[in-house]
């Protein structure tokens, strides 16, 4: 049951920092076009 939890919580995590990737990016790309 732990090992599950923990799973969805590395998941959870990994979600979140390609998120925060995926954001900078767009940012950089957006600044590119101006």
Known sequence: ???ASDMK???AKL???F???AL????VLE???K
Do not use: A, G, L, R
């Open 15 to 17: 979600v979140e920092f």
């Open 24 to 27: 900078k990016i767009q940012k």
């Open 9 to 11: 919580y590395t998941d």
């Open 31 to 33: 600044n590119m076009i």
């Open 19 to 21: 998120e925060q990737k």
């Open 1 to 3: 049951m732990s090992k």
